[in-house]
């Protein structure tokens, strides 16, 4: 999430204080309550995550399903998250342990994860880079699993931008994940957007429960308030995920 990096980084991000309430969870079930059952189809996924955590938190259940059964999952950890707290030297290490535990507690099965390290807060100048190391990673068989391009954070903007073109551009499957919007957003403003739920198995929950816990650094930091308070981490605890199609 690195949400305070980003407040540094860019005045986007300042639109929205996550120890705000924010939105409820209550509101946004009652508007997802009726959308329909989805699944990738039958092949790869390759997953993009702005920041470690980020994987888990918007598809960790899918992740967990998908290589459950032998199906192909590449994580793609675009920054090291470093920006959450800037005078924590070393955070980009600690949050890539932290991703590798969580991936560790998520799935028996190997997932693979690429690692660009791109200046946390400031992806969107490197585009052209991403679009290239994305595009080496797809085949026309796979599902691309990116974030929502309006989720209100400028890494999650930049990335969900560059996926979008590719995926249009290039005839490819994709699905996004929201994070941050959850959080900020007006379901009523999303509504009549395409939306398709991932069921998940008690196993699949319960594994993303643990795996969240792994991200330490975000739920309870030393001596800081959490990036991830508890009023957002409920938007992560449904039995199914919600993608936007």
Known sequence: ?????????????ASFNPADAGTSEEKWSKMLADR???????????VVSPHPDDEVLGSGGLIHSW??????????????????????????????????????????????????????GRVGRHANRLRDIILALVDPFTTLI?????D????????????????????????RYLV?????????SLEK???????????ARRAKARAVQCFASQLKPPHAVPVV????????????EAFLL
Not at 1 to 13: E, I, L
Not at 36 to 46: F, I, R, S, Y
């Open 152 to 175: 209100g954070h400028p890494d999650h903007d930049a990335i969900g931008e560059v996926c979008c073109s590719l995926a249009r551009s290039h005839g490819i499957d994709f699905a």
């Open 36 to 46: 329909p059952l989805w699944a990738p189809k039958d092949g790869p996924l390759v």
């Open 67 to 120: 290589a459950g059964s032998r199906r192909p999952v590449t994580i793609l950890s675009v920054t090291d998250g470093e920006a959450a707290f800037p005078n924590w030297k070393g955070l980009d290490l600690v949050r890539r342990e932290e991703l590798k535990g969580a991936l560790r507690k998520l799935c028996l099965q190997h997932v693979s994860v690429f690692r660009i390290g791109l200046p946390d």
């Open 180 to 188: 941050w919007a959850w959080h900020h957003a007006d379901p009523a």
């Open 229 to 240: 308070p508890p009023h957002v981490l409920c938007h992560f605890e449904r039995p199914y």
């Open 146 to 150: 990116a974030p929502y391009e309006r």
């Open 193 to 203: 957007q395409r939306w398709g739920r991932f069921s998940l198995s008690f196993e």
């Open 1 to 13: 999430m690195a949400m305070r990096g980003a407040t540094r980084a860019s005045a986007q991000a």
